[in-house]
């Protein structure tokens, strides 16, 4: 089975604060998403990865960035948290033409 | 313009019937696939069940099928003997293009209550 491990279920930072969302697949995928979702507004997608070191912008790319050093982990780093980042957070990832497999989402809250 | 629409915010279904989730999508590509993705309370987007554009066949896995009219762009989801644990969040979405890789659009959900 495919496992993709978010590094944590539930955070809560401060605003002003860097911080770091941790994704990790063991299924040697080459791609790889971060999603946000958001009640009433369903699953955004804010950058994906098609290779190590790779990474394009999704919908709602402002506030974040990304990092793909190794193929099987895929950083989301809110530069500046502010409260409107404030939501559940989703990794993903597939093989050519395979579905998408999820993390189990970190619920993020910016006090 | 939405790309995939979810008509229904909530549904609800007795134990051990049927139900039917309706998705309809727009894409002016020839070659895409539709997906559903169950996400319980508990936050996991779980992979149900897949369907490619050029597929003949209706895709089926085990009380799963989904109800492909290309014609019609829709993409409706069958559960067939709902269950309690069935009870979560269902999303259909779309992939579209014929590469590899890929991103998914992905409608705003139905929430299914399942009444036992």
């Known amino acids: 089975d495919v496992k993709v491990t978010q590094s944590s279920r539930y955070l809560v930072k401060r605003t002003g604060e860097k911080v770091f969302l941790e994704c990790v697949q063991d299924?040697?995928?080459?791609?790889m998403f971060w999603y946000r979702q958001d009640p009433g507004l369903g699953l955004r997608l804010i950058y994906f990865?098609?290779?190590?070191?790779?990474?394009e912008k999704g919908d709602i790319p402002e506030g974040y960035s990304v990092s793909r050093e190794k193929k099987e982990r895929f950083s989301l780093i809110l530069e500046s948290a502010s409260t409107n980042q404030t939501s559940m957070y989703l990794c993903?990832?597939?093989?050519?033409?395979?579905?998408?497999?999820f993390g189990d989402g970190t619920r993020l809250s910016i006090l | 313009a939405q790309k995939i629409t979810q008509t229904q915010p909530g549904m609800f279904v007795q134990e051990k019937e049927a139900v039917t989730l309706d998705c309809t999508y727009d894409?002016?590509?020839?070659?895409?696939?539709l997906f559903w993705y169950k996400q319980p309370s508990s936050g996991e987007m779980i992979f149900l069940i897949y369907?490619?554009?050029?597929?003949?066949q209706n895709a089926t896995e085990g009380r799963y099928s989904l109800n492909f009219q290309k014609a019609r762009k829709s993409a409706n989801l069958v559960i067939s003997a709902s269950q309690l644990g069935d009870s979560a969040m269902y999303f259909c979405a779309m992939r579209e293009g014929g590469g590899s890789q890929g991103n998914l659009i992905f409608g705003k959900g139905t929430k299914l209550s399942v009444k036992p």
């Open positions: 990865s098609y290779d190590v070191k790779m990474k």
């Open positions: 299924m040697d995928h080459e791609n």
């Open positions: 894409t002016s590509d020839q070659s895409y696939g």
């Open positions: 369907q490619g554009s050029y597929d003949e």
């Open positions: 993903a990832s597939s093989g050519a033409y395979q579905p998408q497999h």
